[in-house]
T-cell receptor, first 113, second 114 residues
Framework: DTAVSQTPKYLVTQMGNDKSIKCEQN?????MYWYKQDSKKFLKIMFS???????INETVPNRFSPKSPDKAHLNLHINSLELGDSAVYFC????????????FGQGTRLTVV | SQQGEEDPQALSIQEGENATMNCSYK?????LQWYRQNSGRGLVHLIL?????REKHSGRLRVTLDTSKKSSSLLITASRAADTASYFC??????????????FGKGTHLIIQP
């Protein structure tokens, strides 16, 4: 069983569209994250959720919104996609906030054309 | 804001040699972690060292932490072709009022030549 799974793996879409990326973890972890990895492989945290409450909201555009229907899921919705949103997005989870190892999904490569 | 800085950015060595990567960070930390990312894959946790620890081992991996210099090193001994990947350090820190989670550096791309 995959510990952290995200779908889709690849997403190609046009500018202006709205898209969602889904993430699920079966580890029973309390905290889930979304990271963005740019073309230079730099990883930046976007959001994290702890027990369905948003803990971090880094300076990301409000076109990005996390949605957590329950502790095991943290989906990422992106409105009005822009070319600069093209990147690899990783979902991750951890037992505790920043103090234990994080488990990552395989990533979603988003390409905006 | 970026916390960790790995050095070197890229490293190419022969199979069987040892590989050393360094990481520097800026603020006080709770722990420092190293992750590996194979091409096109997610990150895999390798090892965690707490701020009150100075050295830790896991198989062929050895991590050191010097909090006075705000630096850490990852040593991979007897490298194998399968070790070819990008390696990231990540710091876990806690600031009053809320934890900041993990902050990653830019990574070291390690290539093991057969």
């Amino acid at each position: 069983d995959t510990a952290v799974s995200q779908t889709p793996k690849y997403l190609v879409t046009q500018m202006g569209n709205d898209k969602s990326i889904k993430c699920e973890q079966n580890l029973g972890h309390d905290t889930m994250y979304w990271y963005k990895q740019d073309s230079k492989k730099f990883l930046k945290i976007m959001f994290s959720y702890n027990n369905k409450e948003l803990i971090i909201n880094e300076t990301v555009p409000n076109r990005f919104s996390p949605k957590s229907p329950d502790k095991a899921h943290l989906n990422l919705h992106i409105n009005s996609l822009e070319l600069g949103d093209s990147a690899v997005y990783f979902c991750a989870s951890s037992q505790a906030f920043g103090f234990t190892e994080a488990f990552f999904g395989q990533g979603t490569r988003l390409t905006v054309v | 804001s970026q916390q960790g800085e790995e050095d070197p950015q890229a490293l190419s060595i022969q199979e069987g040699e040892n590989a050393t990567m360094n990481c520097s960070y800026k603020t006080s930390i709770n722990n420092l972690q190293w992750y590996r990312q194979n091409s096109g894959r997610g990150l895999v946790h390798l090892i965690l060292i707490r701020s009150n620890e100075r050295e830790k081992h896991s198989g062929r991996l050895r991590v050191t932490l010097d909090t006075s210099k705000k630096s850490s090193s990852l040593l991979i001994t007897a490298s194998r072709a399968a070790d070819t990947a990008s390696y990231f350090c990540a710091t876990g820190q806690y600031s009053g009022g809320g934890a900041d989670g993990l902050t990653f550096g830019k990574g070291t791309h390690l290539i093991i030549q057969p």
